[in-house]
């Protein structure tokens, strides 16, 4: 599969423990985005980078919040102190500057996570 | 702070029906806006786009149009299909590339 891949699919943690994800663009693939989606609500911008460059960040986004893609290539994603309100899918998508339609992002299958 | 406005937040419409869904932003900077569409449990996935140099884009039975003036863009889908039934999710990037996502508009086809 030469999609977007993301792990884990699902993740049920409990209330102030730490969660950490991990997308895998497709390869080549040089800009790298996380977004947040909860029930019935679009896709929540969180960050994104340009190769490892983390270029923006949310103002949504508290400090338990932070992201991290040091080779250029996968990215991770971890949440310090879950809270109940952290449970949403979180979603990861791709593109390639400089080729083609570079503005189109691919998403992943995303992230369910679950804080009791 | 940037905004994306959608609505109908609910479509219904007969098989063969045309259906339009409208949405607003707030940037002026916006130059690039997306339409997805997302069936349930499963990934969003582009169905079409279209560029601030651009006022109207085709494909098929799905049309974009964009007013930059007004900040407006609309996505019309014609003779509809119980396969088109999904939410779809329009979008806007910012000139930085953050995209800011609208709400969501239920469509259900009714065959």
């Known amino acids: 599969d030469t999609g977007v891949s993301q792990d884990p699919r699902h993740k049920i943690t409990k209330r102030g423990q730490n969660v950490t994800f991990r997308c895998d663009p497709i390869?080549?693939?040089?800009?790298l985005y996380w977004y947040r989606q909860t029930l019935g609500q679009g896709p929540e911008f969180l960050t994104y980078f340009q190769n490892e460059a983390q270029l923006e960040k949310s103002r949504l986004l508290s400090d338990r919040f932070s992201a991290e893609r040091p080779k250029g290539s996968f990215s991770t994603l971890e949440i310090q102190r879950t809270e109940q309100g952290d449970s949403a899918m979180y979603l990861c998508?791709?593109?390639?500057?400089?080729?083609?339609?570079?503005?189109?992002?691919?998403f992943g299958p995303g992230t369910r996570l679950t804080v009791t | 702070g940037e905004n994306v406005e959608q609505h109908p937040s609910t479509l219904s419409v007969q098989e063969g029906d045309s259906a339009v869904i409208k949405c607003t932003y707030s940037?002026?900077?916006?130059?690039?806006f997306p339409w997805y569409k997302q069936e349930l449990g499963k990934r969003p996935q582009l169905i079409i786009d279209i560029r601030s140099n651009v006022g109207e884009k085709k494909d098929q039975r799905i049309a974009v149009t964009l007013n930059k003036t007004a900040k407006h863009f609309s996505l019309h889908i014609t003779e509809t299909q119980p396969e088109d039934s999904a939410v779809y999710f329009c979008?806007?990037?910012?000139?930085?590339?953050?995209?800011?996502f609208g709400a969501g508009t239920r469509l259900f086809v009714k065959a």
């Open positions: 998508a791709s593109s390639l500057a400089g080729r083609g339609n570079d503005y189109e992002q691919y």
């Open positions: 940037d002026s900077a916006s130059n690039y």
């Open positions: 979008a806007a990037m910012t000139g930085g590339f953050k995209t800011i």
């Open positions: 390869s080549e693939h040089n800009r």
